[in-house]
């Protein structure tokens, strides 16, 4: 049976907070967070955080194997080159979101904030999710090498996705939901209808997103979905040379 230790964060300084979650092993829950940072930093698979409260910057960076659930928002930069596991946050994402993450998954049910997914790469055989429930900010996938993002925009009452999405992007997949004929995307991006098999690639990611936060798995893969990926395996020729 797996050990399972209580940790109260209020007051703790994140240093400490860090070395106490490495020293008990096993299963951790946070209680009281306060926005402490580098939370489960590096952890491997094997140990599973619940955080209740805000968890601070670079939540999950170089996160290896671990599942992180947060109950409650989570700030800038989680998942931070991230190599394995789960991140499950059940409020708001700040910016900069699985900035380099190079494998795992990572499940906002809420917004996430400027540059989603920034740097954003596979690695070997991995392959780096981002689910979003709600909208994301501007520059979501800038400079994507690879991986997958999904924004659903689940009850965004302002366009999903905000300003120059795919800026630099030169791999991987932005998945969004809803018609997005319209959206204006650098020239280096092809934005066009989601076929049925890019729809089923995703589908597994957007099924534990509703296990997770118990939504709707018939309605939302019903919509419509379109989809971002580079055109050129040059995508800086068009930004930096002239002729």
Not at 44 to 70: H, K, Q, S
Not at 85 to 102: F, S, T, W
Not at 159 to 168: E, I, M, N, Q, S
Request: hydrophobic share 40%; with cysteine.
């Amino acid at each position: 049976m797996t050990r399972e230790m209580r940790i109260n964060a209020s007051g703790v300084l994140y240093r400490d907070l860090n070395e106490k979650i490495r020293a008990l092993g096993g299963d951790v829950i946070i209680d009281g967070c306060i926005g402490q940072r580098y939370i489960g930093a590096a952890l491997p698979a094997g140990r599973r955080l619940i955080i209740n409260g805000v968890a601070g910057n670079a939540t999950g960076a170089y996160l290896d194997g671990a599942e992180i659930i947060v109950n409650g928002n989570i700030q800038d930069a989680a998942g931070d080159t991230m190599n394995a596991g789960r991140i499950i946050v059940h409020g708001n994402a700040g910016d900069a979101l699985g900035y380099a993450m190079r494998g795992g998954e990572i499940y906002i049910r809420g917004n996430a904030g400027y540059r989603c997914g920034i740097h954003m790469k596979a690695y070997k055989e991995k392959l780096p999710v981002i689910v979003v429930g709600g909208r994301c900010g501007s520059f979501l996938g800038e400079y994507q090498a690879g991986g997958l993002i999904i924004v659903l925009g689940l009850g965004a009452t302002l366009p999903a996705v905000g300003y120059f999405p795919g800026t630099g992007m030169h791999g991987g997949k932005i998945l969004l939901r809803g018609d997005y004929s319209d959206l204006s995307v650098p020239p280096q991006v092809r934005l066009m209808e989601a076929t049925e098999e890019d729809i089923d690639d995703a589908a597994v990611y957007i099924s534990r997103f509703c296990e997770y936060f118990g939504t709707d798995y018939d309605e939302i893969i019903s919509s419509p979905f379109w989809e971002m990926i580079p055109n050129s395996k040059n995508p800086y020729k068009q930004l930096y040379v002239q002729n």
